[in-house]
Each structure stands twice: as structure tokens, then as C-alpha cells.
């Protein structure tokens, strides 16, 4: 009964509760993101020791009246060049009688020696971690398909700004990919890593608007999206006691396919978010 719906014309989009062995946290994603939840856990345990928070010299707000102003035209040149293509949805096998939908997530465990090679493979080719698993998830939904050019979607931290790293805010951004599955596997893994290097360099611009810029008329052609936590599970340490936060399935689907992958001490974590009305498990 904690977790229920937000009036977005009310204030405050938060709330925190209680129970024996637990503290609720619930606030609407429009004010808060995943990073904003690591400095929110971070400063507990630092007033829970006693300590002071400094106040940061910039706020959501400063950063909001930054971006009404900004020039992105190189950003919406870049995505018209990089958006070339027809869009259309990822078109994977769907049940035959779909039912209304809703969020499923199923979860499943890399092993450690399984997740090393991969990063070791995006070493070997000068590539981050997200790089390689991106270009993963591409050859993934280019066997489910049958197709070649993938039209997806990967979501960055947005964080381009020293002066917001401390600050709490919604920064995270949903990018629309282009993924050529073809030619040497070489020659994909560099249009991978390329492609990730210009999306941190313009992934401040919203995705709203990049559909606007490239034509894009209906968003929902986008209906699968990638997902990779570089910092891991978000815990922290009071005194001698771990708090690791727990999920909770809001029965929700962002996308039909969502593919998120959360590094861990035994490998990695992959949760698989799936619009349930279309597909079967």
C-alpha cells in the first residue's frame, strides 16, 4: 500500500516510511534518477556516523535554467546522421492472443569466469564494458529478427557536468541506437565503441526532441532499450551492517524488451523487463 501514484501538480513527489526492518522509499523518477539514489543512500550513512553534508554549489534548478538556454544543434546534427533509417519497431514473435499489458521482470545470473571473458574481450578492443554488452544485445535482437539494422535504444547516466555530480535530480537520459549487426565482427565492435564515445559526447539532448529532429513521428518505435550499471548494486555500509536496497515489481514494462545488466561479486545480475500482454515468458 506504500507504493501508489503521484500527483505530479503536488509537492512533495516523495515519501519515506518505516517498518521494523526496513525503510520505504518511494518518490516519482521525473526528480529522482539511479545516481541520485547512490548520493541519497551515501549521505544517510554519512549523517547515521555523525558527520556534516556540505550543501552543493548547484542545484537541480541552476542545472534546468542551464539547459532551457543551451545550443544543441551539433547534438540533433549528430543524431540525423546517425538515425539514417526506417523505423521500425524490434518485431519479435508475439502470443496469439495478447492480453493487457504488464511489466514482468525475470532475473538470471552470469557466472564470474563468463562475465571476465567478456570484459576481457572489450579490453582486447579498447572498449568499456557497456560497449561490448551493448554490441552483445545488438547480435541478440539481430538472431531474434532476422534483420540487420537494429533500431534500440541504451540508457546513459547524463552526468556530462562536473558541477552535477553530487546533485539529485532526473539526469538520466534514453538515447535511440542504431546497430548495423553486419560485416567482421571487428568492424562491429568499432561502430560500437564509436558509437558510444559520440552518445557520451551528445547525451544530454532529450529523447523527445531527437525524435523530433530525425522525423521520428511515432516514439514507440523504439520499444526495446539496454541497460548497463558500471557502479554496480547500489549498497552501502553503516557501521558494521551492509544495507542493500531491495526491488520491488511495480509490474511495469518502460519498453516491450528491456535487457539491464548489474555487475556483482559473483559476475553479473541481468534483469529482463518484458511486456507480458505481447510475449509469453
Not at 517498518?19 to 539514489?37: P, Q, R
Not at 567478456?118 to 578492443?125: I, P, V
Not at 568499432?190 to 513521428?217: D, H, S
Request: with cysteine; glycine share 6%; net charge negative.
Amino acid at each position: 500500500d506504500f507504493v501508489r501514484p503521484f500527483d505530479l501538480s503536488k509537492a512533495p513527489l516523495l515519501r519515506v516510511g518505516f517498518t521494523e526492518t526496513a525503510m520505504l522509499f518511494d518518490t516519482h523518477h521525473i526528480i529522482v534518477d539511479g545516481e541520485s539514489v547512490n548520493i541519497i543512500l551515501r549521505d544517510l550513512a554519512e549523517l547515521y556516523r555523525g558527520g556534516m553534508l556540505q550543501k552543493p554549489k548547484f542545484s537541480y534548478a541552476d542545472y534546468a535554467s542551464y539547459f532551457q538556454t543551451a545550443d544543441f544543434a551539433e547534438h540533433k546534427a549528430y543524431f540525423k546522421s546517425m538515425l539514417k533509417c526506417d523505423f521500425e519497431p524490434i518485431d519479435l514473435p508475439e502470443k496469439k492472443n495478447p492480453s493487457k499489458a504488464e511489466g514482468i521482470s525475470l532475473f538470471y545470473q552470469i557466472d564470474n569466469a563468463t562475465f571476465e571473458k567478456g570484459r576481457e574481450l572489450a579490453h582486447t578492443n579498447k572498449m568499456t564494458d557497456t560497449m561490448i554488452f551493448l554490441g552483445a544485445f545488438g547480435i541478440l535482437l539481430s538472431k531474434y529478427t532476422a534483420r540487420t539494422d537494429i533500431l534500440s535504444s541504451v540508457v546513459v547516466t547524463n552526468r556530462v557536468h562536473k558541477e552535477v555530480q553530487g546533485v539529485t535530480g532526473m539526469f538520466v537520459n534514453t538515447l535511440p541506437v542504431m546497430l548495423p549487426v553486419k560485416g567482421s565482427t571487428a568492424d562491429y565492435l568499432a561502430y560500437v565503441r564509436n558509437l558510444m564515445l559520440n552518445l557520451y559526447k551528445y547525451q544530454e539532448l532529450p529523447f523527445f526532441e531527437i525524435a523530433e529532429a530525425v522525423g521520428m513521428k511515432d516514439k514507440n518505435v523504439v520499444n526495446t532499450s539496454f541497460v548497463y550499471q558500471a557502479d554496480g548494486a547500489k549498497q552501502v555500509t553503516i557501521g558494521e551492517k551492509q544495507l542493500t536496497p531491495t526491488w520491488i515489481d511495480t509490474h511495469t514494462a518502460k519498453f516491450d524488451l528491456t535487457v539491464e545488466l548489474t555487475p556483482n561479486e559473483n559476475g553479473c545480475t541481468i534483469r529482463i523487463e518484458y511486456n507480458s500482454g505481447k510475449y509469453e515468458k
